[in-house]
């Protein structure tokens, strides 16, 4: 998919509490649609502003009644060039629409949308709400129907699937870190390492029910979840290979007290990519535990051990 280059940029609100949204957006045949109910579609379509200013005018104050028109205004005269977004189900969607305008039945106006509605980027990434800047998504907010978007820059940047200079640095050396984190961490002495473990499971909100190692043969660390009620038990070898792998994930499905099962092996043997891994079981490699440490904020911890 080719980048977009759009002339300008409107928010557009898809009824009162979204209630279009999903005849709009997810419709066989999707459009933007807009409200502001009047008798002059016509005259709207010969651009004559001042008849729909003076409509409002009646109803609303002369402020209300000019930001009124303008919003109509847009609907009515933006062309095929202008990038629409709104918000649907906790996700940006952005489209082109056609310039037609179409009078509907119950008096509401309409633009057939080029395609359909996207919520991905060029590069297919989810637009989601939660990892999109506050400073655009706070538009979602806007009481009227359309309006400008500020951060349109950024807006265009995320569609395009580009990254701005100063977060691909900081991407780049997060990637360093975590590079040099992993000859660190497989320095460590064992226990240190064990205790490394510990501390990543406990500070990403598992409590720790059980002492780190002990006398149970097949749980290194005994879990539980507050939040979810969850149970999970870690095993963490300094070797294994898959028949070792699939022991462990044999005693797992023995013991139905639990739902996770993390496997952490500092030095696999064999190729992992073809070990079998059950639902409910993950394999933490050295690789993971560096980016889990890195999140987690011990990397100072790391570094003072290996000093």
């Given at each position: 998919?080719q980048?977009?280059?759009p002339?300008?940029?409107?928010?557009?609100?898809?009824?009162?509490?979204?209630?279009?949204?999903?005849?709009?957006i997810?419709?066989?045949?999707?459009?933007?649609?807009?409200?502001?109910?009047?008798?002059?579609?016509?005259?709207?379509?010969?651009?004559?502003?001042?008849?729909?200013?003076?409509?409002?005018?009646?109803?609303?104050?002369?402020?209300?009644?000019?930001?009124?028109?303008?919003?109509?205004?847009?609907?009515?005269?933006?062309?095929?060039?202008?990038?629409w977004?709104?918000?649907?189900?906790?996700?940006?969607?952005?489209?082109?629409?056609y310039?037609?305008?179409?009078?509907?039945?119950?008096?509401?106006?309409?633009?057939?949308?080029?395609?359909?509605?996207?919520?991905?980027?060029?590069?297919?990434?989810?637009?989601?709400?939660?990892?999109?800047?506050?400073k655009?998504?706070?538009?979602?907010?806007?009481?009227?129907?359309?309006?400008?978007?500020?951060?349109?820059?950024?807006?265009?940047?995320?569609?395009?699937?580009?990254?701005?200079?100063?977060?691909?640095?900081?991407?780049?050396?997060?990637?360093?870190?975590?590079?040099?984190?992993?000859?660190?961490?497989r320095?460590?002495g064992?226990?240190?390492?064990?205790?490394?473990?510990?501390?990543?499971?406990t500070?990403?909100?598992?409590?720790?029910?059980?002492?780190?190692?002990?006398?149970?043969?097949?749980?290194?660390?005994?879990?539980?979840?507050?939040?979810?009620?969850?149970k999970?038990?870690?095993?963490?070898?300094?070797?294994?290979?898959?028949?070792?792998?699939?022991?462990?994930?044999?005693?797992?499905?023995?013991?139905?007290?639990?739902?996770?099962?993390?496997?952490?092996?500092?030095?696999?043997?064999?190729?992992?990519?073809?070990?079998?891994?059950?639902?409910?079981?993950?394999?933490?490699?050295?690789?993971?535990?560096s980016?889990?440490?890195?999140?987690?904020?011990?990397?100072?911890?790391?570094?003072?051990?290996?000093?």
């Open positions: 998919m980048k977009i280059k002339k300008s940029v409107r928010f557009i609100k898809l009824g009162s509490k979204g209630r279009w949204e999903p005849d709009c997810e419709g066989a045949n999707p459009f933007i649609r807009l409200g502001f109910i009047n008798p002059h579609h016509e005259e709207c379509l010969k651009r004559n502003w001042a008849v729909l200013r003076a409509y409002w005018a009646q109803k609303k104050t002369k402020s209300k009644a000019t930001g009124i028109t303008n919003q109509i205004k847009d609907f009515y005269t933006l062309g095929q060039d202008t990038l977004i709104t918000f649907y189900r906790r996700r940006l969607y952005w489209c082109f629409a310039p037609e305008v179409r009078l509907l039945a119950d008096g509401t106006r309409s633009r057939c949308v080029v395609g359909k509605w996207k919520s991905k980027s060029i590069m297919d990434e989810e637009l989601l709400i939660e990892n999109l800047s506050g655009l998504t706070k538009t979602k907010g806007f009481r009227g129907t359309i309006c400008s978007v500020e951060e349109e820059e950024y807006l265009i940047r995320r569609i395009n699937g580009e990254i701005a200079p100063e977060v691909l640095n900081a991407k780049q050396c997060l990637s360093s870190l975590e590079k040099s984190l992993e000859e660190m961490i320095s460590l064992w226990k240190d390492f064990e205790l490394l473990c510990d501390l990543i499971f500070r990403s909100g598992w409590q720790r029910v059980s002492a780190v190692g002990g006398t149970e043969k097949s749980i290194d660390l005994d879990l539980f979840l507050p939040v979810s009620g969850k999970a038990f870690v095993q963490i070898k300094s070797q294994a290979d898959t028949k070792t792998f699939k022991e462990y994930c044999d005693i797992f499905e023995t013991l139905d007290q639990y739902h996770e099962m993390f496997f952490v092996v500092h030095s696999p043997r064999g190729d992992i990519s073809t070990w079998k891994i059950p639902d409910k079981a993950q394999i933490l490699t050295i690789e993971k535990i980016q889990l440490a890195v999140a987690a904020g011990l990397s100072n911890w790391i570094i003072q051990k290996t000093l």
